[in-house]
């Protein structure tokens, strides 16, 4: 039998359709209030992850876990074929240190509704401030970087530029340019445009399109359903600290199952 000839591609095939972020029965409470009651959800490489759910039900709380800025109570979180929190060793686990959070945050991108920039840098700053300090990248390397990123978000032109100068639109691309920088595997969005004025939503939202037609790895918090629509490859209700439907975006949205997917999305769109 001769060899099959594409080895590389065929395992990098292979691995693409293994889940980058696998989700198991994760539960979390603060105090006596159980925010998350066992979430399942997975991702694989390359997909656009959309999670819509009532204000309170725990979609900040299952990004932060992602991310592990929580640590989960109970259930199991694997990105990129790792615990999140844990390393197995002689079929022992062994917590994770600070060391060990730190590293595994710098692989992981977040955008937040409120974009985070530092004030007294400017945008090009804003960009390059990360790979210098936490990659030891050089500054001349990071800052031709950060001014391509500029570029890709539709910045190019306002490197110069303090967040005070900005529109709200335009910082919170700055700030996507930021989280890129950092070369994550995974982008989590809380919310990106819930804090915008309408007219500046769609400007965000067109760069995570063009991050979804690059193949970006995204989790999307958002009520962006036309978004959901067109671009997500899954579309995850939850409600109560569970996901309660989860399934294509178009299907779900014209035909949602669950009668709390159909109150909501009455809602909503
Ligand atoms: P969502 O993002 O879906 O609106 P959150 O995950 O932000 O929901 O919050 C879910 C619940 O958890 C809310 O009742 C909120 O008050 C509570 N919560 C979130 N973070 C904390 C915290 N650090 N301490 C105490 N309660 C929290
Ligand atoms: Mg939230």
């Given at each position: 039998m001769t060899k099959p000839q594409r080895d590389g591609i065929d395992a990098a095939a292979a691995a693409s359709t293994e889940p980058i972020?696998?989700?198991?029965?994760?539960?979390?409470?603060?105090?006596?209030?159980?925010?998350?009651?066992?979430?399942?959800?997975?991702?694989?490489?390359?997909?656009?992850?959309?999670v819509i759910g009532p204000s309170g039900s725990g979609k900040s709380t299952f990004l932060r876990c992602l991310n592990a800025l929580e640590t989960v109570d109970s259930g199991r979180i694997r990105v990129s074929g790792s615990d999140v929190g844990y390393t197995l060793r002689d079929g022992k686990f062994y917590e994770w240190g600070s060391t060990e959070y730190a590293q595994f945050r710098l692989g992981i991108g977040m955008v937040f509704q409120r974009f985070n920039l530092f004030n007294n840098m400017n945008a090009l700053e804003n960009v390059a401030c990360g790979p210098v300090k936490v990659?030891?990248?050089?500054?001349?390397?990071?800052?031709?970087?950060?001014?391509?990123?500029?570029?890709?978000?539709?910045?190019?032109?306002?490197?110069?530029?303090?967040?005070?100068?900005?529109?709200?639109?335009?910082?919170?691309?700055?700030?996507?340019?930021?989280?890129?920088?950092m070369d994550p595997s995974v982008m989590l969005f809380d919310e990106p445009t819930s804090g915008l004025d309408p007219e500046l939503v769609d400007e965000v939202l067109e760069v995570m399109k063009s991050l979804a037609r690059v193949g970006m790895t995204m989790v999307v918090v958002t009520h962006e359903i036309g978004f959901a629509r067109e671009v997500g490859t899954s579309l995850t209700f939850v409600d109560g600290g569970v996901v309660v439907e989860k399934g294509d975006p178009r299907t779900l949205i014209a035909n949602p199952q669950n009668s709390r997917t159909q109150q909501f999305l009455s809602k909503v769109l």
């Amino acid at each position: 039998m001769t060899k099959p000839q594409r080895d590389g591609i065929d395992a990098a095939a292979a691995a693409s359709t293994e889940p980058i972020i696998i989700a198991e029965q994760v539960c979390k409470s603060f105090g006596s209030t159980q925010v998350l009651a066992g979430i399942d959800f997975d991702v694989t490489a390359g997909e656009v992850a959309v999670v819509i759910g009532p204000s309170g039900s725990g979609k900040s709380t299952f990004l932060r876990c992602l991310n592990a800025l929580e640590t989960v109570d109970s259930g199991r979180i694997r990105v990129s074929g790792s615990d999140v929190g844990y390393t197995l060793r002689d079929g022992k686990f062994y917590e994770w240190g600070s060391t060990e959070y730190a590293q595994f945050r710098l692989g992981i991108g977040m955008v937040f509704q409120r974009f985070n920039l530092f004030n007294n840098m400017n945008a090009l700053e804003n960009v390059a401030c990360g790979p210098v300090k936490v990659k030891g990248v050089s500054k001349k390397e990071a800052k031709e970087r950060a001014q391509e990123l500029l570029e890709m978000v539709g910045l190019g032109s306002h490197g110069h530029k303090y967040p005070n100068q900005l529109s709200g639109g335009q910082q919170q691309r700055v700030a996507i340019a930021r989280s890129l920088a950092m070369d994550p595997s995974v982008m989590l969005f809380d919310e990106p445009t819930s804090g915008l004025d309408p007219e500046l939503v769609d400007e965000v939202l067109e760069v995570m399109k063009s991050l979804a037609r690059v193949g970006m790895t995204m989790v999307v918090v958002t009520h962006e359903i036309g978004f959901a629509r067109e671009v997500g490859t899954s579309l995850t209700f939850v409600d109560g600290g569970v996901v309660v439907e989860k399934g294509d975006p178009r299907t779900l949205i014209a035909n949602p199952q669950n009668s709390r997917t159909q109150q909501f999305l009455s809602k909503v769109l």
